[in-house]
T-cell receptor
Framework: DTGVSQNPRHKITKRGQNVTFRCDPI?????LYWYRQTLGQGPEFLTY????????KSRLLSDRFSAERPKGSFSTLEIQRTEQGDSAMYLC????????????FGAGSRLTVL | AQTVTQSQPEMSVQEAETVTLSCTYDTSENNYYLFWYKQPPSRQMILVIR??????QNATENRFSVNFQKAAKSFSLKISDSQLGDTAMYFCAFMKQGGSEKLVFGKGTKLTVNP
């Protein structure tokens, strides 16, 4: 069990560029969540997957954001045409099958949009 | 929708002393879970303690304990014998039982343990 892994840890990009973050959950976890955390705030839910199915998306997930989990293992979060307001920490978490209740978080990917 | 409120943006405590962090929440659900997560500087968020709403007994984990008042919708965290390593952001979080099991977080309390 190597925990939840996120890459890259830090990404600096210019406004208008596309960025992609990757999350590798704990291997036996079939649920995967993405959260966004801005400075001074708690994490806010973006979306979650059960296996490869994306079952819920927050209204925060604008059409510039897309998340995938193609084989029910790792997941990617892509932000197109980045804006300065997208600057935040993007957190990934995974959990055991439904009912286990405990989410394990990765260290996050920090995005800075110049 | 559920909301979680942490009214103390920052707190400090002397090493070896006890500190209590406050959290209130609002929900119409009857079955849910409450959590405290710790986020050290530049490190990942880790679970401190969990409470099932149907349990009247307050959860404890070593030096960490909670005071869960369901009727008042209050869920405070007590840290006893504070250690320098307890310095971190502490987030209170709510999870509705069933469905997505997503967490709804408060804004956090920054705790500093002073030597």
């Amino acid at each position: 069990d190597t925990g939840v892994s996120q890459n890259p840890r830090h990404k600096i990009t210019k406004r208008g560029q596309n960025v992609t973050f990757r999350c590798d959950p704990i291997s036996e976890h079939n649920r995967l969540y993405w959260y966004r955390q801005t400075l001074g705030q708690g994490p806010e839910f973006l979306t979650y997957f059960q296996n490869e199915a994306q079952l819920e998306k927050s209204r925060l997930l604008s059409d510039r954001f897309s998340a995938e989990r193609p084989k029910g293992s790792f997941s990617t979060l892509e932000i197109q045409r980045t804006e300065q307001g997208d600057s935040a920490m993007y957190l990934c978490a995974s959990s055991l099958p439904p009912g286990a209740n405990v989410l394990t978080f990765g260290a996050g990917s920090r995005l800075t949009v110049l | 929708a559920q909301t979680v409120t942490q009214s103390q943006p920052e707190m400090s405590v002397q090493e070896a002393e006890t500190v209590t962090l406050s959290c209130t929440y609002d929900t119409s659900e009857n079955n849910y879970y409450l959590f405290w997560y710790k986020q050290p500087p530049s490190r990942q968020m880790i679970l401190v303690i969990r409470q099932e709403a149907y349990k009247q007994q307050n959860a404890t984990e070593n030096r960490f304990s909670v005071n869960f008042q369901k009727a008042a919708k209050s869920f405070s965290l007590k840290i006893s014998d504070s250690q320098l390593g307890d310095t971190a952001m502490y987030f209170c979080a709510f999870m509705k039982q069933g469905g997505s099991e997503k967490l709804v977080f408060g804004k956090g309390t920054k705790l500093t343990v002073n030597p």
